[in-house]
């Protein structure tokens, strides 16, 4: 039996919500987007301060701090939320309710 990673499931249960309208897929608008924006971008575009964007993507205030340096990268799963964040700004405020 293989074990699956919780928040992959649940990142990925988002995504279908996010990109999913009417039981539809949306690829071409997923398509048509920008690139997503750099973590501070994100961030400002989303209005959080630095300690409410990293309690939404589960990390330090020091990770946070790290991207928008661009010492580290996001991992997979935390630019999986990004895509998510970038897709619908609201739902970062709904994460931290």
Request: aromatic share 4%; net charge negative.
């Amino acid at each position: 039996m293989e074990l699956k990673d919780p928040m992959f499931e649940l990142l990925s249960s988002l995504e279908q919500i996010v990109l999913t309208r009417d039981n539809c897929p949306v690829e071409s608008e997923i398509q048509l987007q920008p690139a997503m924006p750099e973590p501070q971008r994100l961030r400002e575009m989303t209005g959080m301060q630095v300690d409410e964007f990293a309690k939404v993507m589960g990390v330090s205030v020091s990770s946070v701090k790290s991207w928008e340096a661009r010492r580290t990268r996001p991992s997979a799963t935390a630019q999986k939320l990004m895509k998510l964040l970038h897709a619908n700004p609201y739902l970062g405020r709904q994460l931290l309710e």
